[in-house]
C-alpha cells in the first residue's frame, strides 16, 4: 500500500492531499512513530509533481509537529497524534508554584489540538544547549526561557527565528526577538517604593541574592531605591549562618530561603511584621496564607501566560513588558 495516493481529478490541492495521505496512513498504523517517510523527489518523480508542492505539504506536517527532519537523512514521523495543529518547545528555568501558574495560563489560552512539551534547564548551560540542538526542528514555536544563562543567543541561533519567543529575561543579544518579559530593575525599584513607609520603620533592608539564579536587575533596582533613600543595606547569598535580629527587613526572592528565614525568627522568638520584616518576590497561594500573609512584588503570571499564548498564536513578532506590582499583607 503506498503512503501517498493522489487524485488527479479531485478540487483539492496536491499539497494538501499529500498532507492528508499521510495523516491517514498514521491514522492507519501504516505509518508509526520514529519511521521514516519515502523522499521528496520519491513523492515527486511517483506522482509526476514540482518539488515545491512536496515541500509545502511536509513543511505543513513539520510545523504542526507531526514530522521532522534529519539533515541528510529525511523526514521522520514525530507523533501519531494527527489531530495536533501545533507543537510547542516550552523551556523553563525550573518548576515552582508561580510558574506552574504561568505554565496553566499558557496551555489554557492556546485552545484545543495545541500540544505543548515542557523541559527544564536547571540553570545548566549544558543541558539547555543539548535540549536544543536534540529538538531543532521538532516543532512549529520555542519559547525559551534563558534564565542567567550566559551565551544563550548563540546557542538558539540554529532555531528559526521566526519561531522563538524570549520569555521572563531578555539578555544582550536575544533582542531581536519577539518576547514577553519582566523588567526588573523597574519593578524591584517600584515596588519597594511603593511600601517606602513600611521601609522606614526598619534599620536596615538585607537582599538575598543569588548570582547563579536570579536576575541581575533585580540587584540594580535594590542598589538603586537604597541609595536613592539612603537606606541601610547589605546583599547577602546565604543566611545558613546568619541570625536575624531586631530592625532588619528581609528581601526573599525564592521560596525555599523563605521558609528559612521564617524558621529563624520564630527560632529567635521575633515577631513577623513587628519588630522584623519579610518582602518576598513572584506571588503564590502559599504566601496570602504563611504567617497571616507575606508582603510580595510580583508580576502578573496568569496575564503573562495569556499574553504568551496570544504572541504564539497570532506569530506576533513584539516585545511585551509583563507587568509588576506591591502585594502589601501583615508581613511587614
Same mark, same amino acid.
Given at each position: 500500500?503506498?503512503i501517498?495516493? =493522489?487524485?488527479?481529478?479531485s478540487?483539492?490541492?496536491k499539497?494538501?492531499q ?9 491514522? *492507519? ?7 521514516? #517517510?519515502?523522499?521528496? *523527489? ?20 513539520k510545523?504542526?509537529?507531526i @514530522?521532522?527532519?534529519i539533515? +541528510? ?20 528555568? &525550573? ?6 501558574d ?9 485552545g484545543?489540538? %495545541?500540544?505543548v512539551?515542557?523541559?527544564f534547564?536547571h ?13 531543532? +526542528?521538532?516543532?512549529?514555536s520555542?519559547? %525559551? ?26 539578555h544582550?543579544?536575544? &533582542? ?14 517600584n515596588?519597594?517604593?511603593?511600601? =517606602? ?9 538585607v ?10 536587575? %533585580? ?11 539612603? =537606606?541601610v543595606?547589605e546583599?547577602?547569598?546565604? @543566611? ?5 535580629? $531586631? ?6 526572592l ?15 522568638? #521575633?515577631? #513577623?511584621?513587628k519588630?522584623?520584616? $519579610? ?17 510580595? @512584588?510580583s ?14 498564536l497570532? *506569530? ?9 506590582? =506591591? %502585594?502589601?499583607?501583615?508581613? $511587614?
Open positions: 500500500m503506498e501517498v495516493s =493522489l487524485q488527479k481529478d478540487g483539492t490541492p499539497y494538501k499529500i498532507v492528508t495521505s499521510i495523516e491517514n496512513a498514521i491514522i *492507519n498504523g501504516l505509518l508509526k512513530k520514529g519511521d521514516k #517517510l519515502p523522499s521528496l *523527489n520519491t513523492i515527486k518523480n511517483q506522482h509526476s509533481l514540482s518539488r515545491d508542492t512536496v515541500l509545502v505539504a511536509f513543511n505543513e506536517l510545523n504542526r509537529g @514530522i521532522h527532519s539533515v +541528510g537523512k529525511g523526514y521522520y514521523v514525530s507523533t501519531e497524534n494527527v489531530v495536533v495543529e501545533q507543537k510547542i518547545f516550552l523551556l523553563f528555568d &525550573e518548576l515552582n508554584s508561580f510558574k506552574e504561568l505554565y496553566n495560563s499558557f496551555l489554557n489560552n492556546l484545543d489540538n %495545541i500540544q512539551d515542557i523541559f534547564h540553570f545548566n548551560s549544558n543541558i539547555f544547549a543539548k535540549l536544543i540542538n536534540d529538538n531543532i +526542528g521538532n516543532y512549529s520555542y519559547v %525559551i526561557m534563558p534564565a542567567n544563562l550566559v551565551g544563550t543567543e548563540k546557542i538558539i541561533q540554529n532555531l528559526p527565528k521566526e519561531k522563538v519567543y524570549i520569555l521572563d529575561q531578555v544582550k543579544g536575544l &533582542e531581536e526577538y519577539p518576547a514577553v518579559y519582566q523588567n526588573f530593575e523597574k519593578d524591584i525599584f515596588g519597594l517604593y511603593a511600601a =517606602l513607609t513600611h521601609i522606614s520603620n526598619y534599620q536596615k533592608i537582599l538575598l541574592f543569588s548570582d547563579e539564579k536570579q536576575p541581575k536587575g %533585580i540587584l540594580q533596582g535594590f542598589q538603586l531605591f537604597c541609595n536613592q533613600h539612603n =537606606l543595606s546583599v547577602v547569598s546565604s @543566611i545558613k549562618d546568619r541570625v536575624p535580629e $531586631i530592625g532588619e527587613l528581609y528581601l526573599v525564592d521560596d525555599q530561603n523563605l521558609i528559612r528565614i521564617i524558621k529563624k525568627i520564630k527560632e529567635n522568638k #521575633l515577631v #513577623l511584621g519588630n522584623i520584616g $519579610i518582602i518576598s518576590f513572584n506571588d503564590s497561594l502559599l504566601k496570602e496564607v504563611v504567617e497571616n500573609g507575606i508582603t510580595t @512584588i508580576t502578573d503570571f496568569n496575564l503573562m501566560g495569556k499574553k504568551l499564548a496570544q504572541m504564539v497570532n *506569530n506576533e513578532q513584539i516585545k511585551i513588558e509583563n507587568p509588576s506590582s =506591591l %502585594i502589601l499583607r501583615k508581613s $511587614i
